[in-house]
């Protein structure tokens, strides 16, 4: 049985592990990126892997998921913003071809988890499906027929600059603004709170925190609402850590999207949550991989 290996780099954390040719995660680990070290660290980390993974023994093919606008054909990031220094001109796909004589395919991690979600999770069989990740930023991904729409230049879907209110979608709208905001209001030091104490507290009745969530709930329902106002998707897929409170969010997303979205297109809006969670990225490159390969 072929055996591939996954690589999903973020900006804190490097996931890995083998894949088969059916699509099951046979291992899986992980590192820390130490994104301060710059793109040539990460490149050599990268190599590390497929390395240790080639002493044991043969692989069929490298699938890369990473932060960062990508060259899919070339394999190699175009542009990436500053939180991972000297990023922007990487060469997975040649470095790693060079180096071990078999295929490497690499696409964004945001587009990695949205075909991640289309093929078995939680958009599976959706024509028109967009994947939202809340993090530290806002990423997006719009899958068509099955398929990653890139754009003209490879840039499409980057939703996170999307403008809002003299600002822009993820400076308003990420689970990072959300732990700040509650520590300023609370005049607290910022490393005292974290989107798992806000979300206890809030299920505690802490009004301040429930405030938190539901502006940011809010802010997510008028970024939904725009996107869907320009490609019409069947289903909006949220992912990303703070995603995983869907019990306590869900609902409060819904509201919003109705609010901002008119009934003719909430009625056919579908408001889902990530499936693949951590997995999502090193499956997601796989099947960018087999796209890739026609497999």
């Not at 290996?5 to 046979?26: F, P």
Request: glycine share 12%; hydrophobic share 40%; aromatic share 8%.
């Amino acid at each position: 049985m072929k055996k591939y290996v996954s690589i999903d780099i973020g900006g804190t954390a490097i996931k890995y592990g083998l894949i088969d040719e059916n699509g099951n995660i046979l291992c899986r680990y992980e590192q820390k990126t130490e994104a301060h070290r710059g793109g040539p660290a990460i490149l050599e980390k990268a190599v590390r892997i497929v390395d240790d993974f080639r002493n044991e023994g043969e692989i069929s093919g490298i699938c890369i998921s990473t932060a960062g606008m990508v060259d899919t054909k070339r394999g190699e990031i175009f542009y990436s913003a500053p939180l991972i220094p000297d990023y922007t001109g990487t060469r997975f796909k040649e470095t790693m071809e060079h180096r071990f004589g078999v295929p490497c395919e690499v696409e964004n991690d945001v587009n990695c988890a949205g075909l991640a979600e289309y093929v078995s999770g939680a958009s599976k069989g959706c024509e028109v499906a967009v994947m939202l990740t809340v993090g530290t930023g806002i990423g997006g991904s719009l899958i068509i027929g099955g398929r990653v729409f890139h754009g003209f230049s490879g840039s499409a879907c980057e939703v996170g600059y999307m403008h809002m209110e003299d600002s822009d979608f993820q400076t308003l709208g990420a689970a990072s603004i959300l732990t700040k905001k509650v520590a300023q209001w609370k005049r607290e030091p910022a490393f005292r709170w974290n989107g798992y104490r806000i979300f206890e507290a809030a299920k505690g009745g802490d009004a301040l925190c429930i405030r938190a969530i539901d502006e940011m709930a809010d802010v997510l329902g008028k970024g939904i609402s725009n996107i869907c106002y320009v490609v019409n998707p069947e289903v909006v897929v949220l992912g990303g850590g703070i995603m995983a409170q869907e019990e306590f969010l869900k609902g409060r997303i819904e509201a919003a999207v109705k609010k901002y979205l008119v009934s003719g297109i909430a009625e056919h809006t579908r408001i889902a949550f990530a499936h693949h969670r951590n997995d999502a990225g090193m499956l997601g490159a796989f099947y960018h991989f087999c796209q890739c390969r026609g497999k």
